[in-house]
């Protein structure tokens, strides 16, 4: 059995178009048309990943993606909207969606991005048997056992990808590393996706680890190129 893939779409030809394309690469397919039984189906089926719409009918996709990234910080979450307006895409990389693709978008660009997500998830998996906790930083602790980070003995309570971000960071200090750099390297496209993912992922981060985000002592901004971990 393949990979189970969790479709949340209103729209039945849309969710039909998709699972036929799906299942073709090999998907198990679980499909919902509304925010609430897209729930029950998570909570039964525990899907490998969701493609979630935003507009559904009972609750809409980010209230859906917020109560399932109340208890799991690890499933990935790709966001189907047609609306352009960039709050909205933020506001669900906000929430803790992984990725967001708008309407109309090509299914050779929704493999892509399925495969990316399913690939940073396994291989993450496979990382954690030979988990430690590595302190890096005076008051900062990243625990690969827990796949957290620790700040002045504080969990942060990262999401996966968070996590996978300031580990790759704090892995090469001093390294600035540009927004597409980040995500190829983090985010594994093989393509560059949407830049605005990135600074969202970094701002959620400082609020998280830094004590005062706007001043950030350990993840820092290169005017004009990147992001680096400072391990000054």
Same mark, same amino acid.
């Given at each position: 059995?393949?990979?189970?893939?969790?479709?949340?779409?209103?729209? &039945?030809?849309?969710?039909?178009?998709?699972?036929?394309?799906?299942?073709?690469?090999?998907?198990?397919?679980?499909?919902?048309?509304?925010?609430?039984?897209?729930?029950?189906?998570?909570?039964?089926?525990?899907?490998?990943?969701?493609?979630?719409?935003?507009?559904?009918?009972?609750?809409?996709?980010?209230?859906?993606?917020?109560?399932?990234?109340?208890?799991?910080?690890?499933?990935?979450?790709?966001?189907?909207?047609?609306?352009?307006?960039?709050?909205?895409?933020?506001?669900?990389?906000?929430?803790?969606?992984?990725?967001?693709?708008?309407?109309?978008?090509?299914?050779?660009?929704?493999?892509?991005?399925?495969?990316?997500?399913?690939?940073?998830?396994?291989?993450?998996?496979?990382?954690?048997?030979?988990?430690?906790?590595?302190?890096?930083?005076?008051?900062?602790?990243?625990?690969?056992?827990?796949?957290?980070?620790?700040?002045?003995?504080?969990?942060?309570?990262?999401?996966?990808?968070?996590?996978?971000?300031?580990?790759?960071?704090?892995?090469?200090?001093? &390294?600035?590393?540009?927004?597409?750099?980040?995500?190829?390297?983090?985010?594994?496209?093989?393509?560059?996706?949407?830049?605005?993912?990135?600074?969202?992922?970094?701002?959620?981060?400082?609020?998280?680890?830094?004590?005062?985000?706007?001043?950030?002592?350990?993840?820092?901004?290169?005017?004009?190129?990147?992001?680096?971990?400072?391990?000054?």
């Amino acid at each position: 059995m393949g990979k189970s893939v969790l479709i949340v779409d209103d729209e &039945k030809n849309i969710v039909d178009i998709l699972s036929f394309n799906l299942e073709k690469e090999g998907f198990e397919i679980i499909t919902a048309y509304d925010g609430e039984a897209a729930l029950e189906k998570y909570m039964q089926k525990k899907p490998n990943l969701i493609l979630l719409d935003v507009m559904l009918p009972l609750l809409d996709g980010f209230e859906v993606c917020r109560r399932i990234r109340e208890n799991d910080n690890t499933t990935p979450i790709i966001m189907l909207t047609a609306r352009e307006e960039e709050t909205d895409k933020v506001l669900g990389l906000d929430i803790g969606a992984d990725d967001y693709i708008t309407k109309p978008f090509s299914l050779r660009e929704l493999h892509a991005r399925i495969k990316a997500n399913l690939r940073r998830t396994d291989a993450s998996a496979a990382d954690e048997t030979d988990a430690k906790a590595i302190e890096k930083n005076d008051g900062l602790v990243i625990d690969h056992e827990r796949f957290d980070a620790i700040v002045n003995g504080r969990a942060a309570e990262l999401t996966q990808r968070e996590f996978e971000l300031v580990s790759f960071l704090v892995a090469n200090p001093g &390294k600035v590393y540009s927004r597409e750099e980040m995500l190829h390297k983090v985010w594994l496209y093989d393509y560059f996706g949407d830049l605005r993912a990135v600074d969202v992922a970094i701002r959620r981060l400082r609020e998280k680890i830094e004590e005062n985000p706007s001043q950030p002592k350990y993840i820092m901004t290169k005017r004009g190129v990147g992001y680096y971990y400072s391990n000054e």
